[in-house]
Protein backbone atom coordinates (compact mmCIF):
# COMPACT_ATOMS: atom_id res chain seq x y z
CA UNK A 1 0.00 0.00 0.00
CA UNK A 2 1.19 3.56 -0.74
CA UNK A 3 2.03 6.07 2.09
CA UNK A 4 -0.86 7.93 1.45
CA UNK A 5 -3.84 5.37 1.06
CA UNK A 6 -1.99 4.36 4.76
CA UNK A 7 -2.57 7.41 6.36
CA UNK A 8 -6.14 7.90 4.98
CA UNK A 9 -6.87 4.29 6.17
CA UNK A 10 -5.05 5.22 9.94
CA UNK A 11 -6.99 8.35 10.15
CA UNK A 12 -10.33 6.37 9.01
CA UNK A 13 -9.77 4.41 11.57
CA UNK A 14 -8.17 6.70 14.60
CA UNK A 15 -10.73 9.32 15.43
CA UNK A 16 -7.94 10.52 18.24
CA UNK A 17 -5.81 11.25 15.05
CA UNK A 18 -5.58 15.19 13.77
CA UNK A 19 -2.83 15.21 11.95
CA UNK A 20 -0.40 12.85 10.39
CA UNK A 21 2.81 12.28 8.41
CA UNK A 22 5.25 9.48 6.95
CA UNK A 23 8.77 10.01 6.72
CA UNK A 24 11.36 8.36 4.91
CA UNK A 25 14.56 7.82 6.17
CA UNK A 26 16.19 10.79 4.14
CA UNK A 27 13.83 13.09 6.01
CA UNK A 28 11.46 14.12 3.02
CA UNK A 29 7.70 13.50 3.68
CA UNK A 30 6.48 10.55 1.98
CA UNK A 31 2.59 11.62 2.44
CA UNK A 32 1.03 14.15 4.89
CA UNK A 33 -2.69 14.91 6.16
CA UNK A 34 -1.64 18.66 6.57
CA UNK A 35 -3.31 20.93 4.05
CA UNK A 36 -0.38 21.42 1.91
CA UNK A 37 3.08 20.37 1.50
CA UNK A 38 4.97 23.06 3.17
CA UNK A 39 3.63 22.09 6.59
CA UNK A 40 3.65 18.82 5.57
CA UNK A 41 7.67 19.57 5.63
CA UNK A 42 7.40 21.63 8.53
CA UNK A 43 5.61 19.03 10.79
CA UNK A 44 8.07 16.72 9.70
CA UNK A 45 11.39 18.89 10.67
CA UNK A 46 9.54 19.08 14.14
CA UNK A 47 8.92 15.95 14.75
CA UNK A 48 12.24 14.57 13.97
CA UNK A 49 13.66 17.37 15.67
CA UNK A 50 11.72 16.42 19.09
CA UNK A 51 13.22 12.67 18.23
CA UNK A 52 16.81 13.96 18.03
CA UNK A 53 16.12 15.65 21.70
CA UNK A 54 14.97 12.78 23.05
CA UNK A 55 17.88 10.58 21.32
CA UNK A 56 20.19 12.46 23.30
CA UNK A 57 18.58 11.89 26.76
CA UNK A 58 17.97 8.00 26.12
CA UNK A 59 21.37 8.06 24.27
CA UNK A 60 22.45 8.19 28.64
CA UNK A 61 21.06 4.70 28.45
CA UNK A 62 22.23 3.10 25.44
CA UNK A 63 18.87 2.13 23.72
CA UNK A 64 17.48 3.51 20.95
CA UNK A 65 14.44 5.29 20.36
CA UNK A 66 11.28 3.75 18.75
CA UNK A 67 8.48 5.45 20.10
CA UNK A 68 7.64 9.16 21.76
CA UNK A 69 5.01 11.19 23.10
CA UNK A 70 4.76 14.51 23.65
CA UNK A 71 1.56 15.63 25.67
CA UNK A 72 0.42 19.59 26.71
CA UNK A 73 -2.82 20.89 27.84
CA UNK A 74 -4.41 21.02 24.16
CA UNK A 75 -3.11 17.61 22.96
CA UNK A 76 -0.14 15.11 21.92
CA UNK A 77 2.60 14.32 19.60
CA UNK A 78 3.28 11.27 18.81
CA UNK A 79 6.45 9.75 16.99
CA UNK A 80 7.08 6.19 15.74
CA UNK A 81 10.09 4.70 14.16
CA UNK A 82 10.19 1.63 12.81
CA UNK A 83 13.59 0.31 9.72
CA UNK A 84 14.06 3.82 9.22
CA UNK A 85 10.54 5.25 8.21
CA UNK A 86 9.22 7.92 10.51
CA UNK A 87 5.53 8.52 11.67
CA UNK A 88 4.56 11.57 13.62
CA UNK A 89 0.80 12.35 14.49
CA UNK A 90 -1.25 15.19 16.36
CA UNK A 91 -3.89 13.87 18.83
CA UNK A 92 -6.65 15.62 21.05
CA UNK A 93 -6.25 16.17 24.26
CA UNK A 94 -6.20 12.87 26.56
CA UNK A 95 -5.83 10.11 24.02
CA UNK A 96 -6.03 6.54 24.43
CA UNK A 97 -1.73 5.99 24.67
CA UNK A 98 -1.33 2.39 23.50
CA UNK A 99 -4.23 2.46 20.71
CA UNK A 100 -2.58 5.63 19.10
CA UNK A 101 0.95 4.11 19.61
CA UNK A 102 -0.97 0.84 18.09
CA UNK A 103 -2.45 2.38 15.00
CA UNK A 104 0.60 4.01 14.09
CA UNK A 105 2.88 1.18 14.04
CA UNK A 106 0.44 -0.81 11.88
CA UNK A 107 0.09 2.52 9.44
CA UNK A 108 4.18 2.30 9.06
CA UNK A 109 3.72 -1.83 8.88
CA UNK A 110 1.13 -1.02 6.20
CA UNK A 111 3.12 1.45 4.49
CA UNK A 112 5.78 -0.42 3.90
CA UNK A 113 4.06 -3.27 2.41
CA UNK A 114 3.30 -2.91 -1.23
CA UNK A 115 1.05 -5.72 -0.94
CA UNK A 116 -1.12 -4.63 1.44
CA UNK A 117 -4.88 -4.44 1.32
CA UNK A 118 -6.30 -0.70 1.67
CA UNK A 119 -8.91 -1.45 5.05
CA UNK A 120 -12.36 -2.07 5.08
CA UNK A 121 -13.69 0.60 7.08
CA UNK A 122 -14.28 -1.03 9.95
CA UNK A 123 -11.73 0.23 13.09
CA UNK A 124 -13.24 -2.84 14.56
CA UNK A 125 -12.27 -5.30 12.47
CA UNK A 126 -9.03 -3.82 11.50
CA UNK A 127 -7.59 -4.03 14.86
CA UNK A 128 -9.03 -7.18 15.46
CA UNK A 129 -7.43 -8.73 12.29
CA UNK A 130 -3.48 -7.57 13.04
CA UNK A 131 -4.16 -7.88 17.32
CA UNK A 132 -1.33 -10.69 18.55
Request: charged share 25%; with cysteine.
Given at each position: ???????????????????????????????S????????????????E?????E?????????????????????????????????????????????????????????????????????E???????
Amino acid sequence: MDAAQALADLTEISSQIHAAALIEPDGEVAASTLADEAHGREFARAALELVRAAEGVRSLTGESLTQLEVATADGSVFVVRDGGRTIAATTSAEPTVGLVFYDLKSCLKAAADPQAEPSSGDPAESRADSAP
